[in-house]
């Protein structure tokens, strides 16, 4: 089994920065990309960065120069750096970790989100 958790959320005024945290652990022989997604009230779950093992990284243009991804492989995590808050940016986060059990097996595993709430 693998378990992914979310810290770092919060109440921020707009303007404002946070830092997410997600960790993986359990049974990974390695991970291929980490994600966060979030998804407002009323609205569809959509990508906000990903990272994958070799460092590329990918931004929704909403968060482009305002958010960071980057990751620390030793110890399977992925921090999202948020910076330039606005209320639209006030969802649930979740993190998604793309990874191998075992070679030639593919799964993803997410975590349980951590609201971030951002008050104009």
């Known amino acids: 089994q693998v378990q992914v958790v979310e810290s770092g959320g919060g109440l921020v005024q707009a303007g404002g920065s946070l830092r997410l945290a997600c960790a993986a652990s359990g049974d990974i022989f390695s991970i291929i990309a980490m994600d966060w997604y979030r998804q407002a009230p009323g609205k569809q779950r959509e990508l906000v960065a990903s990272?994958?093992?070799?460092?590329?990284?990918n931004y929704a243009d909403s968060v482009k120069g305002r958010f960071t991804i980057s990751r620390n492989d030793a110890k399977n995590r992925v921090y999202l750096q948020m910076n330039s808050l606005n209320p639209d940016d006030t969802a649930v986060y979740y993190c998604?970790?793309?990874?191998?059990?075992?070679?030639?097996?593919?799964?993803?595993?997410w975590g349980q989100g951590t609201q971030v709430t951002v008050a104009s």
């Open positions: 990272i994958t093992s070799t460092g590329i990284t």
């Open positions: 998604n970790a793309e990874f191998r059990p075992v070679i030639g097996v593919k799964y993803n595993a």
